[in-house]
């Protein structure tokens, strides 16, 4: 069983910062590429940010220069350091990861989707 918990979020004034945690738990043999989505009201859920097994990152425009994720695979934990934070950030940010996992017949891969943190910019 794995779990993906995510934690960080919170209230800030604009251009603040916070930093987001994704933490994985559970019997789990490798984080793979893992992705941060954020969903505000009424919109659609959007990949904010992302980054592979290798330390290689991507970002969505609007973030560019403002957000950085990062990964301690130590620790099974990614990162979003948010910056300069706008009232358009705010929004439900979650966490999405590919993890290995070994089962009986051998390894598996699969996506997992944590649960979720509040994150408010006030103007």
């Known amino acids: 069983q794995v779990q993906l918990v995510e934690s960080g979020g919170g209230l800030v004034q604009a251009g603040g910062s916070l930093r987001l945690s994704c933490a994985a738990s559970g019997r789990l043999f490798r984080i793979n590429a893992v992705d941060w989505y954020r969903q505000a009201p009424g919109k659609l859920r959007e990949l904010v940010a992302a980054?592979?097994?290798?330390?290689?990152?991507n970002y969505e425009d609007s973030v560019k220069g403002r957000f950085t994720i990062s990964r301690d695979n130590a620790k099974n934990t990614v990162y979003l350091q948010m910056n300069s934070l706008k009232p358009e950030d705010t929004a439900v940010y979650y966490c999405?990861?590919?993890?290995?996992?070994?089962?009986?017949?051998?390894?598996?891969?699969?996506?997992?989707w944590g649960q979720g943190t509040q994150v408010t910019v006030s103007s």
């Open positions: 980054i592979t097994s290798g330390g290689s990152t």
């Open positions: 999405n990861a590919d993890i290995t996992t070994a089962q009986a017949m051998g390894y598996m891969s699969r996506r997992y």
